[in-house]
């Protein structure tokens, strides 16, 4: 069972961590979801954590990380946009990257970010 936290309003410029909480030995992935838009991947780490993958519009700025030993998946955000703003998913898979929706097995609720400019 997932379950995605730390969402809220920010200004552009600004940082959010988001966090999900997840138990298993999973490949862990973000997704995001803007209003009238696909569900896009966002970042991916692998069960060890010593892997991680990002979509090139959130590379240099996001950072994804986990603590196995808190069963918690975290997304760093800094130097956030306004096209930051969507859902926020968090989900649990066994393919490695992970960039499709289709290689996840379990999601969480989202959690909405929303970057004002």
């Known amino acids: 069972q997932l379950q995605a936290s730390g969402g809220g309003l920010v200004q552009a410029g600004g940082s959010l961590r988001l966090s999900c909480a997840a138990s298993?030995?999973?490949?862990m992935g973000w997704f995001r979801q803007a209003p009238g838009k696909e569900r896009e991947f966002v970042a991916a780490?692998?069960?060890?954590?010593?892997?991680?993958y990002y979509a090139d519009s959130v590379k240099g700025r996001f950072t994804v990380s986990r603590d196995n030993a808190k069963n918690t998946v975290y997304l760093q955000m800094i130097s956030l946009k306004p096209d930051d703003t969507a859902v926020y998913y968090c989900?649990?898979?066994?393919?490695?990257?992970?960039?499709?929706?289709?290689?996840?097995?379990?999601w969480g609720q989202g959690t909405l970010v929303t970057v004002s400019s």
């Open positions: 989900a649990a898979g066994s393919t490695w990257p992970g960039t499709r929706t289709s290689r996840y097995d379990y």
């Open positions: 298993g030995r999973y490949v």
């Open positions: 780490i692998n069960w060890s954590g010593t892997s991680t």
